[in-house]
């Protein structure tokens, strides 16, 4: 008998978080890296959340368990929350407060998926949703949308996947990580498509507030109504309001798959750190002038990176219009000679640049197929100058 399960054995280590790791570790070790790795915001989290969860400990009742859903007080602030930002009107037993949005991705799947259905997920997708559609038994079947189209998927692309197994479309707008954004046009054909299909679908809008040049991230259940019975939307408090480490997101969705994600989580992680979710309280129930500023800064960089990766030769880089990140191309750039060495997929090129000049890229395997780099630029002016510079240098020397 096998060790490992099957199950687990299939799956395979996040690579944002691996390559987070590792230049977190050599800049421990006194390395000079630049880290383009995680989607993380180099913003602290706002003082009055972090005295919000201060507070918070002081006080015996947050030393012990809430409901599995979550404080009642944050579920109301996230009904509160989501009518402000995206118009959607739901009640408080529709939401879920789950550890990240991470865990609410795996949650989702768990709660809909049956063995060998299929999952359509459109590509370049986020590293995890492949690993928690599979892990809850499911099949993604991907479709991808190469920078020729801004990494966005057709309707006529989804069709052609549509098998009679297909149960979900995952949608996730901005993206990670492309930092590709659906127009409000695009996202209302896509839903009255699903919805014609009888899809159910799962939406990420997690990046709904990073948004940029007059981009629109309309929520699914608004922009189309009649699917809303079939939608599950994915949320969080980590890129907001700079929360990464507090470790909270939150599901939405019809009240029977609540309340089966509940009983679910009752018996994986129970609530929520009672601390970490005061936090969260304090920053829904706050204003979005943290996001706004950080959004000035995010913009500045954006422009930034993007200008100067497209002044590599072989780097082909699109404007991203939402999110932190940018996925060049850099087919350019593989099977030629660089520093004596010849890469011949990102990965290899990724290596490479993190062996030659201490950056750390994530690249294109982690997310779909190989050619790219995802950078996140959630990080300082002074880091992306010179980031980018030493890997322009480093390919430079290409032949
Ligand atoms: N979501 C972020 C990223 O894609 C954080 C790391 C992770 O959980 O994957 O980099």
């Known amino acids: 008998m096998a060790r490992i399960s099957a199950r687990i054995a299939a799956i395979t280590e996040s690579a944002t978080l691996a390559v987070d790791a590792k230049a977190k570790a050599l800049k421990a070790a006194g390395r000079p890296v630049i880290g383009f790795g995680a989607g993380e915001p180099d913003f602290p989290t706002p003082s009055y959340v972090v005295d919000a969860a201060i507070a918070a400990a002081s006080q015996v009742a947050n030393h012990r368990y809430t409901p599995t859903p979550g404080l009642p007080e944050l579920r109301e602030a996230i009904v509160a929350k989501t009518k402000r930002d995206s118009g959607y009107e739901i009640t408080a037993d529709q939401v879920l407060v789950t550890n990240g949005g991470k865990q609410s991705v795996y949650q989702s799947f768990a709660a809909i998926l049956d063995p060998g259905d299929e999952v359509l997920l459109p590509a ?14 499911g099949n993604p079947v991907e479709v991808f949308a190469d920078e020729k189209q801004d990494y966005l998927v057709t309707v006529a692309q989804l069709e052609a996947a549509l098998t009679e197994r297909t149960k ?47 981009a629109m991230a309309p929520s699914i259940p608004v922009i189309y109504p009649p699917i809303a019975d079939r939608t599950i939307i994915l949320n ?48 829904v129930a706050g204003t979005l002038d943290v996001v706004n500023e950080m959004l000035a800064a995010f913009d500045r960089r954006r422009k930034l990176i993007v200008a100067a990766l497209n002044d590599i030769p072989g780097i082909y880089c699109p404007m991203p219009k939402g999110a932190f990140y940018v996925y060049p191309s850099v087919k350019g750039v593989l099977g030629k000679e660089i520093d004596g060495n010849r890469p011949t997929t990102s990965s290899e090129l990724a290596a490479l640049i993190l062996e030659k000049v201490e950056v750390a890229v994530v690249p294109g395997e982690a997310f779909g197929p190989s050619g790219y780099l995802r950078l996140s630029y959630a990080t300082s002016d002074q880091d992306i100058v010179e980031g980018i510079a030493r890997i322009k240098d480093l390919l430079s020397k290409a032949k």
């Open 124 to 137: 370049p997708y986020w590293t995890s949703y492949p690993e928690c559609i599979k892990l809850a038994g």
């Open 168 to 214: 979900v479309l995952l949608f996730c707008s901005p993206s990670n990580p492309t930092g590709a954004v659906y127009t409000p046009e695009q996202v209302l054909e896509i839903a009255k498509w699903a919805d014609s299909k009888n899809l159910w679908i799962i939406t990420d809008e997690i990046y709904e507030h990073l948004l940029f040049d007059g």
């Open 236 to 283: 969080g408090v980590a890129k907001t309001y700079a929360m990464t480490g507090w470790r909270v997101g939150w599901m939405i969705g019809p009240k029977d798959v609540i309340k089966a994600a509940t009983n679910h989580q009752s018996h994986l992680s129970s609530n929520v750190a009672n601390i970490s979710q005061r936090a969260a309280l304090a920053a």
